[in-house]
């Protein structure tokens, strides 16, 4: 008598990765796959940081397209990482064309220490050699 497990890995696809990290030249461009940010996601965006600030002049696009939901642990890592940033001369973009998302960076009025960018190019466009 055979069995089958319902677990395996040809009945469950393989989801995307939490979070996805691009070197260009010297920016680390991270994007969320999976359109959500979970407690994983956040330490794994917090350690890449943490690596590229002991170089010279880190910058990094934290890209949330695609993500509906900002939570405060994650809005709380990236004002950590923009003040890492800050004491090593680096830069941190982050962009996100949803209204609901701006608003959440709005309400806790993370806007005025966060530079929040509607789209890709405005974001690229705004870092500073």
């Known amino acids: 008598m055979s069995s089958t497990n319902p ?9 995307p990765p939490r979070l996805t990290i691009e070197t ?3 920016l680390l461009h991270v994007r ?3 359109r959500k940010i979970d407690g994983v996601a956040v330490r794994e965006l917090y350690e ?8 010279r002049d880190p910058r990094m696009l934290v890209n949330l397209e695609g993500v509906s939901l900002v939570s405060s642990g994650v809005m709380g890592i990236l004002v950590t990482i923009q003040k890492l940033f800050r004491h090593v001369g680096g830069q941190l973009h982050i962009v996100s064309s949803d209204p609901m998302v701006v608003q ?5 009025n993370l806007h005025l220490l966060l530079k929040v960018f509607s789209d890709l190019d405005s ?3 705004m870092f500073k050699d």
């Open 48 to 55: 890449a940081a943490a690596q590229v600030s002991h170089g």
């Open 24 to 26: 260009v030249e010297t």
């Open 123 to 125: 974001a690229m466009a």
């Open 104 to 108: 959440q960076f709005e309400v806790a």
């Open 32 to 34: 969320f796959p999976r």
């Open 7 to 15: 677990n395996t890995q040809a009945d469950h696809p393989a989801e």
